[in-house]
């Protein structure tokens, strides 16, 4: 009882001091992701609706990474030059006609050409919301913020595919409407709370010697950060396969059905929800960012070793829980990185190339991931991610010691 009421203390203790305009901007990203049940069963609605084979359908998957990558490099280009708020309302308006035309879209070119632009418009939202995060953040209190607006972002996204595993079930249609109205109702938050607000300096969040070192440099000539941004990637093709690959496997090794892998999907969101704040808190005293970033890509790698002698329910959900506990300690600390690197002049192309890093796997991961599946069977995919796992660990542990 007494370890329960230390977590809670610790757990209140860690949104404390946070302002307004992050818990607003975590807000709309919660309504944003709660739509957001597209892409964990775009896998599944195109091999069994649309009859696509695993390899088209993980080309298809892909071309939602190709989208995301030039998303984050033209959002961050974007966010520099004219502000993070344009870029954001842009990003939130103008996804919805792709949803709400997206299931006119039956074969495999179409589709392609459909979730690429629809992940791009989407993808410009992520280096400017960072950019914001850290506008209206306190520098205290910056990893903090992310962690909250993350936070947000899971628990609407264990809402998602929850409520998209039912819908599914009547129609995979609805889960294209769906996405467009939580986007609709984000944007009007958005605009209604964060036009002409004013944040703090973003100077305040970097020290006068990084702004010294880094004043003005693009963070595409930032060698160290460029190499610890490759680490970032080989770790993220790991954990999104938790968007493609895995659903696969639950849906046609595990045999589950949609709302069984709807549910086991959201547990991923509710794991984080409940752990993110407080074990953030903990870690920011108790570890450094390097050590962070080494146990977290530890725990992905636990999260597919776990599965290679049994796909038992329970090991099913002891690996979404462990994948989770990685995701908690890698991404806030991926951007505090990234913001600890960078200036009020150019964060956007640090927050841009940190969103390319996570976006160069949603390439890789469905492609490379069904193409191992379906040729060399899912153990040897879990297998082929521990190794990778190894590879991104050692690389954290020698270019945080560097940065």
């Known amino acids: 009882m007494e370890k329960l009421k230390a977590y809670w203390k610790n757990y209140i203790s860690a949104y404390q001091g946070l302002s307004p305009a992050t818990w607003l901007l975590a807000l709309v990203m919660f309504i944003n992701q709660s739509g957001s049940m597209v892409l964990p069963f775009l896998g599944v609605y195109m091999t069994t609706v649309l009859d696509f084979s695993l390899q088209n ?26 502000g993070s708020y344009k870029i954001q309302a842009f990003s ?19 589709l392609c050409l459909a979730i690429f632009f629809l992940s791009f418009i989407k993808e410009l939202f992520r ?46 249609d609805f889960l294209f409407y769906t996405n467009g109205v939580m986007s609709f109702l984000a944007g009007l938050l958005f605009v209604f709370y964060f036009r002409n607000r004013k944040g703090n ?57 949609e709302k069984e892998v709807g549910l086991l999907m959201a547990f991923n969101g509710i794991v984080v929800f409940i752990l993110e704040m407080a074990l953030v808190h903990y870690a920011e005293k108790k570890f450094t960012l390097s050590a962070n970033m080494i146990i977290g890509s ?8 776990v599965l290679l002698p049994s796909h038992a329910i329970w090991v099913l959900y002891l690996s979404i829980f462990v994948i989770s506990i990685s995701e908690i300690l890698i991404m806030p600390f991926a951007s505090t990185v990234a913001v600890n690197r960078s ?13 390319i ?47």
């Open 127 to 172: 280096p400017a919301n960072s950019a914001s995060v850290s506008y209206y953040a306190k520098p205290e209190n910056l990893t903090r913020a992310f962690s909250l607006n993350r936070m947000a972002l899971n628990l609407g996204y264990s809402i998602g595919p929850a409520i998209g595993g039912f819908l599914a079930a009547v129609s995979y």
């Open 57 to 82: 359908a993980g080309i298809v998957l892909s071309t939602f990474g190709v989208g995301s990558i030039l998303g984050s490099l033209i959002g961050g280009w974007l966010t520099d030059k004219i």
């Open 343 to 355: 200036n009020s002049f150019n964060r956007g192309s640090y927050m841009g190339l940190n969103g």
């Open 357 to 403: 890093s996570f976006s160069i796997a949603l390439i890789t991961a469905p492609f490379l991931g069904t193409y191992i599946a379906e040729n060399f069977g899912y153990t040897n995919l879990w297998i082929f991610n521990c190794v990778m796992i190894a590879i991104a660990s050692i690389g954290f542990y020698y270019i945080m010691k560097k940065m």
């Open 298 to 305: 530890l725990f992905c790698g636990a999260a597919y070793l």
């Open 201 to 257: 300096a973003l100077e305040k969040v970097v020290s006068e010697k990084s702004k010294e070192l880094h004043n003005n440099r693009s963070a595409y000539t930032d060698g160290k950060f460029l190499l610890f941004s490759f680490f970032i990637a080989i770790y993220a093709f790991c954990f999104f396969q938790i968007l493609n690959t895995l659903p696969l496997f639950y849906k046609n090794v595990a045999l589950m059905n």
């Open 92 to 110: 939130l308006f103008f996804s919805i006609p792709f949803y709400a035309i997206l299931p006119i879209f039956k074969s495999f070119e179409a």
